[in-house]
């Protein structure tokens, strides 16, 4: 079956940088957009960014210039680099995939794991 496994969370002064990384694996042939979410608590989930499988970029506006997102299609590899964190990008962080080609045939909206980001005042 298809994992997302997340890494690359941690605590962080403001103003540092963490970098996430989301791996898709298994029996993949397409992955289609993918994209990272965030859920502080007591906070809705908050798109934070994504990217098409052309590497089209889209960023939610409290994170614009400060957060990159990235992928490598080869390695069925999605990154997001944070710079500039605020302690306001405290939360859970997840990876998302919309849709895979499988060898299972077409699979829809994965998640990963979740990772902490805790950013320190």
């Known amino acids: 079956q298809v994992q997302l496994v997340e890494s690359g969370g941690g605590l962080v002064q403001a103003g540092g940088s963490l970098e996430l990384s989301c791996a898709a694996s298994?029996?993949?042939?397409?992955?289609?957009?993918m994209a990272w979410y965030r859920q502080a608590p007591g906070k809705q989930l908050e798109l934070v960014a994504t990217?098409?499988?052309?590497?089209?970029?889209h960023y939610a506006d409290s994170v614009k210039g400060r957060f990159t997102i990235s992928r490598d299609n080869a390695k069925n590899t999605v990154w997001l680099k944070m710079n500039s964190l605020k302690p306001e990008d405290t939360a859970v962080y997840y990876c998302?995939?919309?849709?895979?080609?499988?060898?299972?045939?077409?699979?829809?909206?994965?998640w990963g794991q979740g990772t902490q980001v805790t950013v320190s005042s």
């Open positions: 298994g029996r993949i042939f397409t992955v289609g957009a």
């Open positions: 990217i098409t499988s052309g590497h089209s970029p």
């Open positions: 998302n995939v919309d849709q895979l080609t499988t060898a299972w045939g077409p699979q829809y909206d994965y």
